[in-house]
């Protein structure tokens, strides 16, 4: 499978701390982004890094990339209730113009 | 306002019948995705298609069948041929930027039951 991985699986903190999840991922990418679903709800998507890109930041949110290690991290700062959801990575593997292959995501719970 | 819809937003279905999802956009996108979720489960590409009147198979595409017959619509059928169908299906559509597909726009998904 191609399917790339997120850790952890679920994560649960309080308003306020930040929540890390990472994302491995097995082959070369061309881009990676980072999706948030609320449950039930369809996708939506957060920020893209291109593949010659290190850190991105988008508000609270900061993603990194470490092509050599083929892993990605996105950070949440100063976590809120309203962040709970599920987040999912997905690469854009190089070579393919369409198909982005999801991780099975990281369950955020953020207690008030 | 700007988007993707999908309807219905929960579909049942008795085993041996016919469904079709619809998925309607109207951000003037090319490309449209439909997707299986199953519980814990991160998104499997069921087809995708790039232009009007053509379209690709993804990973799981056995038991479902797709048309395009317009840039806006892009309807997936689950058949009867399909022998696990309970999940959530997500459409998508995305747009063509300096020769490449980026980032996908999600309608709101539909729970589809096999009773």
């Known amino acids: 499978s191609q399917q790339g991985e997120e850790d952890p699986q679920a994560l649960s903190i309080q308003e306020g701390e930040n929540a890390t999840m990472n994302c491995s991922y097995k082959?070369?990418?061309?881009?990676l982004q980072w999706y948030r679903q609320n449950s039930g709800r369809g996708l939506v998507h957060l920020i893209l890094?291109?593949?010659?890109?290190r850190e991105k930041h988008s508000g609270r949110l900061r993603v990194t990339l470490d092509t050599s290690k083929k892993s990605s991290s996105l950070l949440i700062t100063a976590s809120r209730a309203a962040d709970t959801a599920s987040y999912f990575c997905?690469?854009?593997?190089?070579?393919?113009?369409?198909?982005?292959?999801f991780g099975k995501g990281t369950l955020l719970t953020v207690n008030p | 306002d700007g988007g993707i819809t999908q309807s219905p937003k929960y579909l049942f279905r008795k085993e041996g019948q016919n469904v079709t999802l619809s998925c309607e956009q109207n951000?003037?996108?090319?490309?449209m995705y439909w997707y299986r979720q199953d519980p814990g489960q991160g998104l499997r590409l069921i087809y995708y298609s790039q232009i009007v009147n053509d379209f690709q198979k993804g990973d799981i595409a056995e038991g479902y069948s797709v048309s395009r017959e317009k840039k806006e619509s892009f309807p997936l059928t689950v058949t009867s041929a399909q022998k696990n169908p309970t999940a959530f299906y997500l459409c998508?559509?995305?747009?063509?930027?300096?020769?490449?597909?980026?980032?996908?726009?999600f309608g709101p998904g539909t729970r589809l039951t096999v009773l």
């Open positions: 951000l003037n996108h090319d490309a």
């Open positions: 890094i291109r593949s010659n890109e």
């Open positions: 998508a559509s995305s747009i063509l930027e300096g020769g490449r597909y980026n980032e996908q726009f």
């Open positions: 997905a690469q854009k593997s190089a070579g393919s113009n369409y198909k982005l292959t």
């Open positions: 082959t070369s990418i061309n881009n």
